[in-house]
């Protein structure tokens, strides 16, 4: 399983399972066929976090060769991502707990064993080598992966949610660290998902059999609420002449880029990050932002080292392609700290419009996804 780093490489992967496999996806979705054997899934999901190419344009893509009812589920699983994110821009306390929760969660053997494949459940050791070696996972595995975690292991649902986000080439703060409060049963409150041996076996092909889990656990506990926040403008209306973006936004076709004397890609290496990424997923990320830049004739800095500041020095505004919450707004919050800047942040207006409907639960965004592509003309 190999993926691309170029946006023609990301459509042409976008295409071919439009081509060949989108008609079966209701059909097989489910199902782990093991990490050479992923026709049934689009594996879109590394370029669609980087929006190399985005939501939107993946929807309206898909739009123009079926309609809306036969391919619903799959644009259902698209717009997820978009939820999550909205979810949290209106919750951000959720990530920054996230982080300082995993400050005071010290590594003990067990969970040295988790991360080491090194447990008595083979298919649990399984994905680990897989996840470490493909820095991918199939969605439904990572769901039977976290509830094994939680519920079988008894780890805690932070380091599994780090260990994802060290690890996934597709991980981002929304998705990644939702989906694991789902499991766990802290994000829709007392409704966990639990993995169960049949279920594994089932959508395995029966790779795995007689798995001994815990298919009984109740829901954890978190008394924390999370009241609404408005969505942070935070514009000053006043353009720039310094663009900065990073590597969670590459959708650059939809701006001027003319419009700017200095343009900077800032990819956070470990020493800034909250949380450490593994070398091959930094890779990834470099090698994405190298060959978008390639796309522009205008010059672009990559600043992927702790020459941040310095090469920023003397600047005191910036136009900045939105980074949602997580780790790198987290990093622009901190450099406003130390510098006194002004940041006039540039969103793409369908996040907000979507964003509204993450208010509540899934299903509420769900029945307004008709409205989303008749308003933003996506099919």
Known sequence: ????????????????????????????????????????????????????????????????????????????????????????????????????????????????????????????????????????????????????????????WQKGAEFFLKHLYDGDA????????????????????????????????????????????????????????QIDNDENNLPSKNLIFFENDLNLEKFNLDNYQNIYSILLDNEHRKIKLDGKVLEFKKKLIENTIKIFPKNIKLISNSSYFDLLNGKNDFDVIYPAVGENKSFLNNFRKKRDIKINFLRDERDIFCWRFSNKGYFNFKSNIPKIIADFKLS
């Open 174 to 229: 929304a998705s990644n660290t939702l989906s694991w409060r789902w499991v766990a049963g802290i994000q829709t409150k007392g409704k966990n998902y639990v993995a169960q041996s049949w279920n594994i076996e089932k959508f395995t092909n029966n790779r795995y059999q007689k798995i001994k889990l815990n298919d009984n656990a109740v829901p954890l506990i978190d008394s924390r609420e999370y009241k609404l926040n």
């Open 1 to 156: 399983m190999k993926f691309e780093t170029t946006r023609q490489g990301a459509l042409s992967k976008l295409d071919h399972f439009i081509e060949n496999e989108i008609a079966n996806y209701n059909f097989k979705r489910n199902f782990d066929l093991g990490p050479k054997e992923r026709q049934n899934v689009s594996c879109l999901s590394p370029y669609i976090t980087h929006r190399l190419i985005n939501e939107y344009e993946t929807v309206k893509i898909v739009l123009k060769k079926y309609p809306y009812q036969k391919v619903e589920k799959y644009i259902q699983e698209v717009f997820w991502r978009v939820y999550w994110k909205g979810w949290l821009e209106l919750r951000p306390k959720v990530w920054t707990d996230f982080v300082e929760d995993l400050k005071i969660i010290e590594d003990d053997e067990k969970l040295y064993q988790a991360k080491n494949g090194q447990t008595e459940i083979d298919c649990f050791n399984d994905w680990v080598r897989e996840l470490k070696e493909f820095n991918y996972l199939h969605n439904h595995t990572r769901m039977w992966f976290a509830s094994i975690w939680i519920f079988t292991l008894g780890l805690p």
